[in-house]
């Protein structure tokens, strides 16, 4: 039985890569970090009882920033593959603790490498390290002729994450090419799912648009709806990441769809899903959305009612204003072929998010608190 770990298993990515590799046969072991509350909401349904003879996933208790505890879990598990996907992956939380993000995103990569080669498992252990778009900052004269970022353009990141990453990105292609280790980057555009975190503007958006179309929330204050992202599904990148490690050679990998789209659209987009038709108004820090028609019976929203404004909070000191990937050489090469396109996304979150929020309908009814608006 092939053995995997994987850090950040309780993330949006983990959780879905845990289901996969456990459809594949493998065990799957994953780092948790202790919380004061319970935080392993996203694979709970994963869960096994410790003492099941065919136990095939077992959680440890970690953290990156701990050598020593990284360690022991490997030379423990004594993992075929490891995926490392924990992070500090907020980009707007990363000029807040930047320090922080460098120990985690940043050392934290270079702490597992090197925990790999203290053990001497680097003819057995293959790596995958979570790098992303981000890295290239999104400078138009960096893209290819053809108008994307590929695996050959140069990086300018544009955050504390972005820049701790760039190190994770460095240090993981260092170690393959000084010790012979089979470690991988693959560099991830934008991609979410009905897990994805409550505040990155996805999800924030397709929650809110159900809180609105439900009488729940007035409406939805965002930052920039300019930037524009290359938005893929979560579970067609985690099939890449297992992909990426079965090949015969160790190499980088961008990982997109080849589209990308304006906040303000994936916002058009999540509204006409239940719906409702906006018109954008004004702009920059002016500009509002209001409800133009509603063709859904479910949904009582009076027309012309104010539903979106932009608040400068949510701006960030320094901004990648347009990220567009180019999956070529994933798609030849690994032949990718990725289930969902942007629509089948919106489809599939706010769908979700839906059903979510008719719970705290039923809670309000019956008395109780709904849950807290995440920012
Ligand atoms: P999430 O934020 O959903 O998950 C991050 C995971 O990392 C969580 O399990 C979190 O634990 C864990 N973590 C945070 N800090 C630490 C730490 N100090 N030690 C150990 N684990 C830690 O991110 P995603 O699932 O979306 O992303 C997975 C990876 O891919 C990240 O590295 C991210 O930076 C990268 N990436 C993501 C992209 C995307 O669009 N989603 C695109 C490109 C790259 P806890 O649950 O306790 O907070
Ligand atoms: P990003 O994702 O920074 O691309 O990083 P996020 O969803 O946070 O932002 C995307 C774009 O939307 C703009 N935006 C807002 N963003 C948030 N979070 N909240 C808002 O209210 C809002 N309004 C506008 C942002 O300015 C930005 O331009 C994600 C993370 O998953 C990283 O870990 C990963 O590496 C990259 O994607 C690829």
Redesign the pocket.
């Known amino acids: 039985m092939k053995v995997a770990l994987i850090?950040?298993?309780?993330?949006?990515?983990?959780s879905y890569l845990a289901e996969l590799l456990l459809e594949k046969g493998y065990m799957v072991h994953g780092?948790?970090?202790r919380?004061s509350l319970f935080?392993t909401d996203r694979i709970d349904h994963l869960y096994q009882d410790p003492h099941d003879p065919d136990l095939r996933l077992k959680l440890h208790y970690?953290?990156?920033?701990d050598s020593m505890n990284l360690v022991r879990i490997i030379q423990e598990c004594q993992p075929d593959e490891i995926y490392?996907?924990?992070?500090?992956?907020?980009v707007k939380v990363s000029f807040e603790c930047p320090e922080y993000v460098g120990n985690?995103?940043g050392l934290?990569t270079l702490r597992l490498l090197e925990a790999v080669r203290i053990l001497g498992l680097e003819k057995k252990t293959r790596i995958y390290q979570?790098?992303?778009?981000?890295l290239y900052g999104g400078l138009p004269e960096n893209k290819n002729e053809r108008g994307f970022y590929d695996e050959n353009s140069p990086f300018y990141p544009r955050s504390p994450y972005g820049v701790a990453?760039i190190y994770g990105f460095w240090i993981t292609k260092n170690y393959r090419e000084a010790y012979d280790l089979y470690a991988c980057n693959g560099i991830?555009?934008?991609?979410?799912s009905p897990r994805?975190?409550e505040t990155f503007v996805t999800r924030k958006i397709t929650r809110a648009v159900a809180k609105i179309a439900l009488g729940l929330q007035e409406k939805i204050f965002l930052g920039n709806l300019e930037a524009q992202r290359d938005w893929g599904h979560?579970k067609d990148y985690v099939r890449m990441m297992w992909m990426i490690l079965q090949a015969d050679k160790a190499e980088d990998w961008v990982i997109a769809t080849g589209v990308t789209t304006t906040v303000r659209e994936f916002v058009r987009m999540a509204f006409m899903e239940v719906g409702i038709e906006l018109e954008f108004k004004g702009e920059g820090v002016e500009e509002k959305a209001y409800v133009k028609s509603c063709n859904n019976a479910d949904f009582q929203i009076e027309l012309g009612r104010e539903v979106l404004s932009v608040d400068p909070t949510y701006f960030r000191p320094t901004e990648v204003d347009l990220l567009i990937g180019d999956p070529t050489k994933a798609k030849e090469k690994l032949g990718w072929v990725p289930e969902y396109d942007l629509e089948a996304l919106v489809k599939d979150m706010m769908q979700s998010d839906i059903k979510l929020m008719k719970k705290d309908v039923d809670l309000l009814k019956a008395g109780h608190e709904i849950l807290k608006q995440a920012e």
Request: net charge negative; proline share 0%.
């Open positions: 850090t950040g298993i309780t993330g949006q990515d983990g780092i948790k970090r919380a935080n970690g953290d990156l920033t490392n996907l924990g992070a500090m992956s907020h985690v995103d934290g979570a790098s992303t778009s981000e990453k991830l555009f934008n991609h979410e994805r975190g979560a």
